[in-house]
């Protein structure tokens, strides 16, 4: 799939300056980072589910869902080959779990990507990309240097992002763009 179709959990404004906080560590460090990427589009977030086409979702039909306290947990690492992509874990809770199923009940079945699908999902939000193998552990370090303790977050709206059209629309909650 090249144009995909996500829905995403934003975070209220202290979640997300506390990530940027950590985009911007990585960046003073030499270190790949999300804070080079500046599309209008870019903000920290946690991906509930992407596919090729999805039908539209009414804010109505999310009601009582947000928002949903969250905790951001240890660093994880994704990829292969020479580099990976470094991202914050997003700790499993019933809430949680219950909004990313109940937004995969609304939308129906579809070619989701595999890690998005209920009962595969790995909750995260990214915090660099392309970090070669050999700077993985300056990385680490930068990150637990830069406070590296759990995190108490709120996320407090879902976003929909258009790959092809390159365009973000909110769907539930309020600060979603």
Do not use: C, Y
């Not at 997003?90 to 939308?107: F, G, K, W, Y």
């Amino acid at each position: 799939m090249t144009d995909v179709v996500s829905l995403e959990l934003v975070f209220d404004d202290d979640t997300d300056a506390a990530v940027r906080s950590e985009w911007e560590a990585l960046a003073d460090a030499g270190l790949p980072s999300q804070s080079h990427h500046k599309g209008e589009s870019n903000r920290p977030h946690t991906t509930l589910l992407v596919r090729s086409a999805l039908r539209d979702i009414a804010a109505s039909e999310l009601d009582g869902a947000l928002p949903v306290p969250l905790t951001l947990g240890a660093p994880l690492l994704f990829g292969t080959g020479r580099s990976r992509v470094i991202a914050r874990s997003v700790v499993p809770t019933t809430d949680l779990l219950a909004i990313h199923s109940r937004v995969h009940e609304l939308v129906g079945p579809g070619d989701d990507v595999d890690h998005t699908r209920p009962g595969a999902w790995t909750a995260h939000v990214t915090l660099a990309r392309r970090v070669p193998l050999d700077r993985v552990g300056d990385a680490l370090e930068v990150l637990a240097a830069a406070g590296g303790a759990d995190l108490a977050a709120r996320a407090v709206g879902i976003r929909r992002w258009d790959a092809a059209t390159r365009t973000v629309s909110s769907i539930a909650g309020r600060g979603t763009l």
